[in-house]
């Protein structure tokens, strides 16, 4: 029993990681943080980080596996969820830099709208898309765009059908589903610990129109894909 997390930020991964490793101490767990290895030992029975599709592939071909699972959540929420997450990290002195410091000045709405800031570009621009097809990093963006002619409509078909190739794609809203199906596929015996860390958020719901017009230009495909994974997946 092996297999890979692809953990898209926000959804989790972390609260699931920790599970495993509380309900079955008998196997290794890798957890990947930037910088991301080019090689795991294939002695490794889980990979779980904020690692791209590529990284998965690459990761599986080392470790002798081809399953990999996900957790999908609503992008604009994710995206909410980010720019609170960051404030905090500033806040309490555990993170200050670039991106954490432009949540901490800007409010919600001037956050939304900086789409100039690089590195928001990365973390936050269709990033779960990217993060998907091949990888959220810019410059591996730009390759497949100069590359292979990379329109937002491939990369959503072409997302669709790596999620396909998935052993378990699950949803935020419905996280214990999701632990229930790598339960009950890779024969695991762990609990539903889902932990929001981010203690001050809004929901989506709490939006002004000029916040949710702000925000939908950065989640465009990732909104296309979620809904379309929603179809699929979340029966």
Not at 105 to 132: G, H, I, T, V
Request: overall charge negative; aromatic content about 8%; charged content about 25%.
């Amino acid at each position: 029993m092996k297999f890979i997390h692809l953990h898209i930020p926000k959804t989790a991964g972390t609260s699931l990681r920790e599970s495993i490793v509380v309900a079955h101490p008998e196997l290794k767990v890798q957890g990947i943080v930037d910088p991301v290895p080019e090689t795991i030992p294939a002695e490794v029975d889980i990979v779980s980080g904020h690692i791209s599709h590529e990284d998965a592939m690459r990761f599986g071909g080392q470790m002798g596996t081809d399953q990999v699972v996900t957790v999908l959540r609503h992008p604009i929420d994710r995206f909410v969820s980010i720019y609170y997450f960051w404030r905090e990290l500033y806040d309490k002195d555990i993170e200050k830099t670039r991106k954490t410091t432009t949540a901490h000045k800007l409010s919600l709405l001037d956050f939304a709208r900086a789409m100039d800031e690089p590195e928001l570009c990365s973390e936050l621009y269709n990033r779960m898309s990217w993060q998907l097809h091949s990888s959220y990093r810019l410059m591996r963006r730009f390759e497949m765009r100069r590359d292979h002619g990379m329109t937002q409509d491939d990369l959503a078909e072409q997302v669709m059908a790596n999620l396909r190739s998935f052993a378990v794609v699950g949803f935020q809203d419905h996280y214990g589903d999701f632990v229930a199906a790598i339960n009950d596929r890779f024969k695991l015996d762990i609990e539903n610990r889902k932990i929001n860390v981010t203690q001050r958020r809004s929901s989506v719901e709490d939006l002004s129109h000029a916040e949710l017009q702000a925000i939908l230009p950065w989640v465009s495909v990732d909104m296309e894909v979620y809904a379309a994974a929603l179809r699929e997946f979340g029966k």
